[in-house]
């Protein structure tokens, strides 16, 4: 279908420019480590407060190093107006959105991977224990970053202050789906399995993603032409 | 009964309330080529944009080819120049037209690409990074983009500004293609002479209004400032 | 005709606010409160009320995206700083209550904190319009703006109420306990009285857009010469 082409198309082109030059995924690599380890001065990591805060520490620099990567995302459209010339060719918002948020979420969801094992060593926390579970927590709570994130880069990147911008509206909308995420999250690394009380939270994550999926999807062309 | 190229009755464009654009109506049939002529801040980028579909008029209305410019179909139809070359600086030549190629479905997208390299004089730099790229192989290559997938409308924002004597001639040459293949052309500009050789049609905007519309004339070409003269305010 | 309709809602919500008070200074002492209950008559219309602006402003949002007509975009803006200012007494009534009951000038109970994170919304919708330059540009991407946080709200409110009831907490007053039948009437008048406030303080913040935008427009048309 040609709708998917497009999207494959805009996914793999981002993926590739990123790759040339790793501006973006570099500098959010490096932003994580040291939030990490700033983190790690905030508290004394004794085995009890490292468990509770886990959940709540690792969507902390998720979230911070996820959001250079969702401003760079329209921002390399600048130059020479490339963002022109996606938007006059006969490729729909969505799938502009779509092709987008995907690029974000694979170089966003491949800090995250980083990040932990980074975090196991730092906090001396044995994280992997439901694995699966938690992989599938990161998803979904990435996916709801990026995709809010996506929208809400094309809105801002032509306003002034952009890089704070960003950040400044929408961190405010993500909080449930953070909330939800950072719960789960402390749980799992705890080595709990997700059940009862937590699939609440779970069921909070796909409500989230779909809903704001859905409204991206139908608002993407109106920020785009404005 | 074919329909225009382009038509736009009574079109307004307001910022907020000021009108930049007021009650234009203009009919380009297609096969012409028409220059669209008028001092700096006169609205022809705004109307330009306008007719790529970049923003809705705010009175009146705009049709190309008998339909809504931001269609899908139309879309496919048109390409456009701006003040940016519209390529990215981190990809290949040839991945850029690739990109493009396969964003407006063309069916042997690597074919397309590498022909419009060797017409823009470029096929040698195929592989080369675009931010390696000399201004005039830039330019070239954004026409290149502009042209790549056919389209029956070509809508240029002052495309000769700055370029260099190589790249004039190869936007001169698939220009005239295009037109002998029964495209329709618009552009603004302000390197008159150039316009006034390709240009069928002339139009002149000033502070937003159309003062003349016609076609060209030998005056025009004989004297590229004529219609300023006439009716352009001083 | 507008003034005058204006006029009678101000006295209107004067008249009953002031006889309210009365009536609220009458009441008894709440048994475990003593005299701060009192703050509830403001804190929670407001409340109520910037919640309503919340789903106003949506409505509003999604009206300008379809028929493109500014006169929803002023309705937007004007229900929501409105809804600003009433969230933030609805802020500082609660951080009062707080720090006389329990002696702490925040509390992280559903109500507040959610109360909070939307005039945290309201706040960046406001910065996210003085940042926009050109009107459409500005009405379009607030109202994109105000569809996403203002569907948030609800979803907001839900996850923060799990995530204090999963959460075992000090067990503070149910604000919503059972209300003696004198308080629901003084209550429900306060309310009245807050919406018809709101109502028109919008009003007059809209009559302040339409100028402004008047203005707006002169100024344009004297740089254009």
């Known amino acids: 279908m040609r709708f998917i082409r497009q999207v494959m198309v805009i996914t793999a082109k981002d993926l590739r420019a990123e790759m040339r030059t790793k501006e973006a995924i570099n500098?959010?690599?490096?932003?994580?480590?040291?939030?990490?380890?700033?983190?790690?001065?905030?508290?004394?990591?004794?085995?009890?407060?490292?468990?509770?805060?886990?959940?709540?520490?690792?969507w902390i620099v998720f979230l911070?190093?996820?959001?250079?990567?969702?401003?760079?995302?329209?921002?390399?459209?600048?130059?020479?107006d490339c963002l022109d010339a996606l938007i006059a060719a006969p490729v729909p918002g969505a799938a502009l959105f779509l092709g987008k948020g995907l690029a974000n979420f694979v170089l966003i969801f491949a800090v995250e991977i980083v990040a932990l094992p980074v975090f196991g060593i730092f906090y001396n926390v044995r994280w992997a224990r439901q694995f699966w579970a938690l992989i599938l927590v990161m998803v979904l709570g990435t996916w709801g970053l990026t995709a809010i994130g996506t929208v809400f880069g094309a809105l801002t990147v032509n306003i002034r202050l952009r890089e704070v911008m960003l950040p400044l509206l929408v961190y405010p909308i993500m909080i449930p789906i953070l909330l939800g995420a950072m719960k789960l999250s402390t749980e799992l690394v705890a080595g709990q399995p997700i059940s009862g009380d937590l699939m609440v939270w779970l069921k909070l994550l796909f409500g989230f993603d779909i809903i704001f999926t859905a409204l991206s999807l139908v608002l993407m062309d109106t920020v785009l032409l404005g | 009964m074919s329909a225009a190229a382009v038509d736009c009755a009574g079109v307004w464009k307001f910022y907020g309330d000021y009108p930049a654009l007021r009650d234009i109506s203009l009919t380009v049939p297609p096969g012409r080529c028409l220059a669209l002529i008028g001092r700096n801040g006169a609205g022809k980028t705004t109307l330009l944009r306008m007719l790529a579909g970049y923003s809705k008029p705010?009175?009146?209305?705009?049709?190309?080819?008998?339909?809504?410019?931001?269609?899908?179909?139309?879309?496919?139809?048109?390409?456009?120049?701006?003040?940016?070359?519209?390529?990215?600086?981190?990809?290949?030549?040839?991945e850029n037209l690739r990109l493009f190629a396969r964003l407006y479905?063309?069916?042997?997208?690597?074919?397309?690409?590498?022909?419009?390299?060797?017409?823009?004089?470029?096929?040698?730099?195929?592989d080369g990074l675009v931010r390696e790229f000399s201004r005039g192989m830039r330019q070239r290559l954004a026409v290149a983009r502009a042209f790549l997938h056919g389209p029956s409308?070509?809508?240029?924002?002052?495309?000769?500004?700055?370029?260099?004597?190589?790249?004039?001639?190869?936007?001169?040459?698939?220009?005239?293609?295009?037109?002998?293949?029964?495209?329709?052309?618009?552009?603004?500009?302000?390197?008159?002479?150039?316009?006034?050789?390709?240009?069928?049609?002339?139009?002149?905007?000033?502070?937003?209004?159309?003062?003349?519309?016609?076609?060209?004339?030998?005056?025009?070409?004989?004297?590229?400032?004529?219609?300023?003269?006439?009716?352009?305010?001083s | 005709m507008r003034q005058k309709v204006m006029f009678v809602m101000l006295a209107l919500a004067m008249i009953l606010l002031v006889r309210n008070l009365y009536t609220i200074s009458m009441l008894p002492d709440e048994v475990n409160q003593g005299q701060i209950f009192r703050i509830i008559f403001f804190h929670l219309p407001a409340a109520i009320a910037a919640m309503l602006g919340s789903a106003v402003a949506l409505v509003a949002s999604v009206m300008f995206l379809w028929?493109?007509?500014?006169?929803?975009?002023?309705?937007?803006?004007?229900?929501?700083?409105?809804?600003?200012a009433f969230l933030a007494v609805n802020l500082v009534t609660g951080?009062?209550?707080?720090?006389?009951?329990?002696?702490?000038?925040?509390?992280?109970?559903?109500?507040?904190?959610s109360a909070l994170i939307c005039w945290i919304l309201y706040a960046g919708y406001l910065i996210l319009r003085q940042s926009l330059e050109e009107p459409t540009q500005r009405a379009t991407f607030a109202a994109v703006y105000s569809i996403f946080a203002f569907t948030d709200v609800p979803i907001v409110y839900f996850s923060i109420r799990w995530w204090r009831t999963i959460h075992p907490q000090p067990v503070f007053f149910s604000k919503n306990?059972?209300?003696?039948?004198?308080?629901?009437?003084?209550?429900?008048?306060?309310?009245?009285?807050?919406?018809?406030?709101?109502?028109?303080?919008?009003?007059?913040?809209?009559?302040?857009?339409?100028?402004?935008?008047?203005?707006?427009?002169?100024?344009?048309?004297?740089?254009?010469?």
């Open chain 3, 67 to 84: 028929k493109r007509n500014f006169k929803y975009d002023a309705l937007a803006v004007a229900v929501t700083e409105v809804g600003l």
């Open chain 2, 153 to 233: 409308l070509l809508l240029l924002d002052e495309p000769f500004t700055a370029l260099d004597d190589r790249a004039i001639a190869v936007l001169q040459t698939v220009l005239r293609d295009a037109l002998a293949a029964g495209r329709t052309v618009v552009m603004s500009t302000h390197q008159l002479r150039e316009a006034m050789d390709l240009a069928t049609n002339v139009a002149l905007l000033n502070h937003g209004r159309l003062a003349f519309q016609g076609e060209r004339t030998e005056e025009m070409v004989k004297d590229p400032g004529w219609v300023y003269a006439q009716y352009g305010e």
């Open chain 2, 105 to 126: 479905g063309l069916p042997d997208p690597e074919r397309s690409a590498s022909e419009w390299l060797e017409r823009t004089g470029l096929e040698r730099v195929r």
């Open chain 2, 58 to 94: 705010g009175r009146g209305q705009v049709t190309i080819f008998g339909k809504s410019p931001r269609e899908t179909d139309t879309r496919q139809r048109i390409g456009f120049i701006g003040h940016g070359i519209a390529v990215y600086d981190e990809l290949s030549a040839i």
């Open chain 1, 27 to 58: 500098a959010s690599f490096a932003f994580a480590i040291v939030v990490l380890l700033i983190l790690s001065f905030a508290f004394e990591p004794t085995e009890d407060t490292t468990r509770e805060i886990s959940g709540g520490l690792l």
């Open chain 3, 177 to 225: 306990g059972s209300f003696p039948p004198d308080w629901s009437r003084a209550l429900l008048i306060n309310m009245v009285a807050i919406f018809l406030l709101y109502a028109l303080l919008t009003m007059v913040r809209l009559r302040q857009e339409q100028t402004q935008r008047e203005i707006d427009y002169l100024r344009r048309t004297v740089h254009a010469i």
């Open chain 3, 95 to 113: 951080s009062i209550w707080a720090h006389v009951i329990w002696g702490v000038w925040w509390a992280w109970d559903p109500r507040l904190t």
């Open chain 1, 64 to 80: 911070f190093a996820g959001t250079l990567i969702l401003n760079r995302s329209f921002a390399r459209e600048l130059p020479n």
